[in-house]
Nanobody, 118 residues
């Protein structure tokens, strides 16, 4: 069973930083693209950042310049470095990955709560 497990969430003051981790039970090479999503209370889940197997990254406009997605294949871990956090960044953050193997559904983690508040 493929698993993704997020960690690193918590309570942080506005302007602070957090680094989220997503540990994979299998090699990151097995994923052709990986994502960070977030879902705030009462809102739909939204895509935050994307990284391809080749290392290309993209970000939603609201987090550009503040968030950075990265992957460490040696540790089978995906990261999201979040700086200059704002109250509107408060959400449950999820990692997800699309498999190279055809026919496999995307994998999702259980989510980690990030709360930005003074």
């Amino acid at each position: 069973q493929v698993q993704l497990v997020e960690s690193g969430g918590g309570l942080v003051q506005p302007g602070g930083s957090l680094r989220l981790s997503c540990a994979a039970s299998r090699s990151l090479i097995d994923y052709i693209v990986m994502y960070w999503y977030r879902q705030a209370p009462g809102k739909e889940r939204e895509l935050v950042a994307t990284i391809t197997a080749g290392g290309d990254t993209s970000y939603e406009d609201v987090v550009k310049g503040r968030f950075k997605i990265s992957r460490d294949s040696a540790k089978n871990t995906l990261y999201l470095q979040m700086n200059s956090l704002k109250p509107e960044d408060t959400a449950v953050y999820y990692c997800s990955g699309e498999h190279r193997a055809p026919g496999l559904p995307p994998s999702w983690g259980q989510g980690t709560q990030v709360t930005v508040s003074s």
